[in-house]
């Protein structure tokens, strides 16, 4: 099936921002934004062409300012494709940071951990992801893009580092994006373990495809939320889901902090 990508442009409201570095803050992160210095909002569904989504914890809003010197534009909530949106209408919001010049992309997510030396509250930095969507934002053409390297090896370093600085616990692995809605299976996170997953969403990877398909730079990070189906005994409700984002948050505020304030 032959999707057709309709290009997303900045409102004239938005053509004085100029954001170097994009944040799209996934289930409970959206209070980053506290850490800016903001300067202006925009809601999403004010911006032709651009999806909003329902899923309680998203705000629906960009929200531009500064981190240190550096100028940044925050989304807060995406769009998934369990809500009935096509790969390019989820991606949408790439392709709008991308037009308004941004050069790094911080994609965060809240994600089950699969990899059982991990914690749930600690950060993973994705290092590679499995695309189990059944889908790609680039369909529609020949759109042979190399992804031997789709999450920044320059940046990794430098977050890893800056965590180590910090005194922040943050893992590197292989995120498996997933369609959702529900979660996933027992049997389903077993066969995630074999395929090599550390964790498991139901975001990140189309944008992060389309991403290196305009050229960004990009940096991925997953909260563990919660132990994937068959991994611990309790009951998976996103409202937990969104108390563990929110308590973590803090941690990665301090980790975009420490590395984006003297990024030149």
Known sequence: MMEQSRPVNPPHSMSDWQPRVGIILGSGLGGFVDAMNVSAEMEYNAVPGLPASVVPGY???FVYGRIG????V???????????FTASEVTAGVCLLAAMGVELLILTNAAGLVNEDFQVGDWMQINDHLN???TSPLLGGCNFHDMSLVYSPDFRAKFSEAAKSEGICLHEGVYAGMLGPQYETPAEVRMLKILGADAVGMSTVLEAIQARALGLDVAGFSCLTNPAAGLGECHLDHGDVLNVGQQAAGKMVKLL???LKDWS
């Open 74 to 84: 925050a989304a807060q909530g995406r769009v998934h494709l369990y809500e009935g």
């Open 69 to 72: 010197e550096v100028n940044v």
């Open 257 to 259: 902090l420490s590395v």
């Open 59 to 61: 705000a629906g809003r």
């Open 132 to 134: 189990l969507t059944g």
